[in-house]
């Protein structure tokens, strides 16, 4: 059963860090910009997003396991200029392994793991540049300033509801297919392909966004649900602080 267990340590990392469709035309008024600018401003606007210099995000994360539903924990912080931590603390017993502790830590430019199952590594690869290309507070702020290309593709339904949908483009690491409520202009979906060298094969992840609310004037998600070919599982948000202070060590490589 240990072999389980990896596999849903390993599975965690790539999100936190995203199928056949059918394109519908797009109106001919609408960019990916000005579709973009829209969903900025419903999130809350620039002004908003630029008094943010730090979040501690903190909540539940439920993995769902052949073995059953597995319960834990998850902290995220992020710091300008694109600093991130995500600290996820399981119990896998049921799935034959004790605690899992996962410490992701990107400085900005470099990231480091420390995992208990799987051992200490260096981040690279896809996962290293999806990192870089991540724009704290938001994407859709800063994919410009980080040198990514925008294109808006078509429209497609997500359950009930209509988006568009816009690809960003880096220069290196991995796209992104963004789906944004055609009405509302939140972002609600999220696709991704990323190499997964701990397992040897991409993994193509879905996330789902949803339960937005607003804290200091900007609106976050408070509920993320996740799917791939090798893992599912649903992050609760409990708690948002922005603009605390955060020791630039948790950042580094220990």
């Known amino acids: 059963m240990k072999s389980v267990s990896r596999r849903v340590a390993t599975a965690v990392i790539p999100v936190i860090a995203v199928i056949a469709v059918t394109w519908a035309p797009v109106a001919a008024a609408q960019t990916a910009d000005e579709v973009i600018e829209k969903s900025v401003t419903a999130l809350g606007g620039r002004a908003s997003f630029a008094k943010l210099k730090s979040r501690r995000t903190s909540g539940t994360i439920t993995l769902q396991t052949p073995a059953g539903d597995i319960a834990g924990t998850v902290e995220v912080l992020n710091a300008l200029p694109n600093k991130t931590r995500t600290l996820i603390n399981a119990d896998l017993t049921s799935v034959g392994a004790g605690a899992l502790t996962i410490d992701q830590r990107f ?24 990192m870089r290309n991540s724009g704290f507070p938001h994407l859709f ?4 300033d980080l040198g990514i290309a925008a ?47 701990q397992l040897g094969q991409d993994v193509e992840q879905t ?15 408070f509920k993320l649900s996740v799917s791939s070919n090798v893992q599912n599982y649903t992050i609760v948000i409990t708690k948002v602080e922005h603009n605390t202070p955060i020791d630039d060590a948790l950042f580094v490589k220990p």
């Open 141 to 144: 702020v800063k994919y410009k």
């Open 107 to 130: 400085d900005g430019t470099k990231g480091y793991v420390l995992d208990n199952l799987q051992g200490n590594r260096d981040i690279t690869g896809d996962q290293l540049e999806n």
């Open 151 to 197: 294109k808006l593709i078509g429209k497609e339904k997500v359950g009930d509801r209509d988006t568009y949908v816009i690809a960003f483009e880096p220069a290196s690491g991995s796209s992104i297919r963004q789906f944004i409520d055609a009405e509302t202009y939140l972002p609600i979906r999220a696709l991704i392909k990323v190499a997964v060298p």
């Open 207 to 221: 996330s789902d966004v949803s339960d937005y609310r607003d804290v200091d004037g900007v609106k976050i998600p």
